[in-house]
T-cell receptor, first 107, second 117 residues
């Protein structure tokens, strides 16, 4: 059974801080990794994807991948109240999701 | 504006009734996923199709759930008979996957909220 695990949170950070979200996966053969954001009552939407080891930056967001440790993370710099949402990690061609981490950014 | 369309948006039914949820994927997308989301379990993969062929339905309770793609514009998820534990939001998502390539972005529908009494 392919597993995708996320720290369930909830995670609370003050405005302007760095939020760190983590995800581990069991299928060592996984090649693709995604972070989705889901606002309450809405559908998930893609924030970033990463395929190669290392870091990938897009604005205030950085995805980090370590295939040897089977670990992918998402850093949100200068967190804003509008970043308050549930963040979902998805892994592999069959797009299996973790349970999500609820983030609250307090003004 | 291309989007994934799901119907119904809300459904309340009684235990034992048949429920059918429908999804129209984005035109040109070749992969369709069905997910179920609850507070306790998060976003669970139920089944997915590529080019209308089922690739994996291991996440579905086989005795009561079935998923089909009768044509490229329609995916269906059927529950018969429904049970209270099936109450959840069911999402359909579509994407474009190239041969030999990793999947790209998934586009989600707005979901079908099912309540089984």
């Amino acid at each position: 059974q392919k597993e995708v695990e996320q720290n369930s949170g909830p995670l609370s950070v003050p405005e302007g801080a760095i939020a760190s979200l983590n995800c581990t996966y069991s299928d060592r053969g996984s090649q693709s990794f995604f972070w989705y954001r889901q606002y309450s009552g809405k559908s998930p939407e893609l924030i970033m994807f990463i395929y190669s080891n290392g870091d990938k930056e897009d604005g205030r967001f950085t995805a980090q991948l370590n295939k040897a440790s089977q670990y992918v993370s998402l850093l949100i710099r200068d967190s804003q109240p509008s970043d308050s949402a549930t963040y979902l990690c998805a892994v592999g061609g069959d797009m299996r999701f973790g349970a999500g981490t609820r983030l609250t950014v307090k003004p | 504006d291309a989007r994934v369309t799901q119907t119904p948006r809300h459904k309340v039914t009684e235990m034992g009734q048949e429920v059918t949820m429908r999804c129209q994927p984005i035109l040109g997308h070749n992969t369709v996923f069905w997910y179920r989301q609850t507070m306790m379990q998060g976003l669970e993969l139920l089944a997915y199709f590529r080019n209308r062929a089922p690739l994996d339905d291991s996440g579905m309770p086989k005795d009561r759930f079935s998923a089909e793609m009768p044509d490229a514009t329609l995916a269906t998820l059927k529950i018969q008979p429904s049970e209270p534990r099936d109450s959840a939001v069911y999402f359909c998502a579509s994407g474009l996957v190239g041969v030999g390539l990793a999947p790209g972005e998934l586009f989600f529908g707005e979901g079908s909220r099912l309540t089984v009494l």
